[in-house]
T-cell receptor, first 116, second 112 residues
Framework: GAVVSQHPSWVICKSGTSVKIECRSLDFQATTMFWYRQFPKQSLMLMATSNEGSKATYEQGVEKDKFLINHASLTLSTLTVTSAHPEDSSFYIC????????????FGPGTRLLVL | RKEVEQDPGPFNVPEGATVAFNCTYSNSASQSFFWYRQDCRKEPKLLMSVYSSGNEDGRFTAQLNRASQYISLLIRDSKLSDSATYLCVVTGGAGNNRKLIWGLGTSLAVNP
């Protein structure tokens, strides 16, 4: 089946630094990818929709200047958490749908971010 | 009211038990419904889609009641490996704004 990878799987950084997370579709092309965030004991929250070759679409309440998304190719989307703060510590998960279907999504393994 | 509501549990059941999870959703226009499973510190994995006619996959049965805006998941003969969090997911929005809305999840622990 379709595989989505994420890198890194976990990262610890100091407050104020920027962290880049990569999401790759390994055996299919994805014109759209989704970025989610999940805090402990919370549900997945969609942060933004990453669109290949165009600007990302951010959900209400998500700062686009803080969470920079780049979808430069059909197999790669990156999320950069700029000037990270401890409250940004979370589990970040990307997903990609097959064949333009938003409903059947393949999830990456997630990136656990801890900001000290 | 939350868009998707689930009893967070935890449900503690012995091996072999039958357990049922319920989920309600607020948007009557929702078109698609799913159950996902998420293990601790892992990404969610699709367990099954939910259809109006109900569907079964081995020990798992999912049902949808559109009139009551209610979805259920039944697990029969539960195994230790069924221990996980079960997430109810519905679609929300329309057109290009269509997206998945996630419940908080119901935690299941199957005990030997």
């Amino acid at each position: 089946g379709a595989v989505v990878s994420q890198h890194p799987s976990w990262v610890i950084c100091k407050s104020g630094t920027s962290v880049k997370i990569e999401c790759r579709s390994l055996d299919f092309q994805a014109t759209t990818m989704f970025w989610y965030r999940q805090f402990p004991k919370q549900s997945l929250m969609l942060m933004a929709t990453s669109n290949e070759g165009s600007k990302a679409t951010y959900e209400q309440g998500v700062e686009k200047d803080k969470f920079l998304i780049n979808h430069a190719s059909l197999t790669l989307s990156t999320l950069t958490v700029t000037s990270a703060h401890p409250e940004d510590s979370s589990f970040y998960i990307c997903s990609a749908p097959l064949a333009g279907s938003k409903e059947t999504q393949y999830f990456g393994p997630g990136t656990r971010l801890l900001v000290l | 009211r939350k868009e998707v509501e689930q009893d967070p549990g935890p449900f503690n059941v012995p091996e072999g038990a039958t357990v049922a999870f319920n989920c309600t959703y607020s948007n009557s226009a929702s078109q698609s419904f799913f159950w996902y499973r998420q293990d601790c510190r892992k990404e969610p994995k699709l367990l099954m889609s939910v259809y109006s006619s109900g569907n079964e996959d081995g020990r798992f049965t999912a049902q949808l009641n559109r009139a009551s805006q209610y979805i259920s998941l039944l697990i029969r003969d539960s195994k230790l490996s069924d221990s996980a969090t079960y997430l109810c997911v519905v679609t929300g929005g329309a057109g290009n704004n269509r997206k998945l809305i996630w419940g908080l999840g119901t935690s299941l622990a199957v005990n030997p």
